[in-house]
């Protein structure tokens, strides 16, 4: 078997196809909880705690040598407060996608199945137990 076949027998299996719709829609939502967080939390939170932007919190533990900015030594602690908020977004987003699938999951396994068809056995056990009533 060639490569190629293997490769797209690989990519045509539904598990792979739906990880990768996953991953583009979790890049997506990415940057719409990053925006969210950045653009529309952290402002009003700032501005309660001072008018603090916490994108610039810092701190230097090098300053710049020579004029080149790229030589400091800095802590953003600021940006990582964004993405700490982030993930929790984000994990508190999933946990209520999971929870969902799950009771709906639950209330699937709850519904009482249909009771199987009788078997071609049975039918006919059924109808020789007919004929001898009926004598």
Do not use: H
């Amino acid at each position: 078997m060639s490569i190629a076949k293997e490769f797209r027998d690989f990519i045509n299996r539904g598990n792979v196809v739906d990880l990768a719709v996953g991953v583009v829609i979790g890049a997506a939502f990415g940057k719409i909880v990053a925006s969210f967080v950045g653009d529309v939390l952290m402002p009003p939170i700032g501005l309660l705690l001072g008018g603090i932007d916490f994108s610039n919190i810092a701190i230097t533990l090098k300053s710049a040598t020579g004029g080149d900015p790229k030589t400091a030594v800095i802590l953003r602690i600021g940006t990582f407060i964004n993405q700490i908020i982030d993930f929790a977004i984000v994990a508190f987003a999933i946990f209520l996608v999971v929870k969902g699938f799950n009771y709906i999951r639950k209330k699937e396994a709850e519904k009482p199945a249909a009771p199987p068809a009788p078997t071609e056995d049975q039918k006919l056990l059924t109808e020789i137990r007919d004929i001898l009533k009926a004598k």
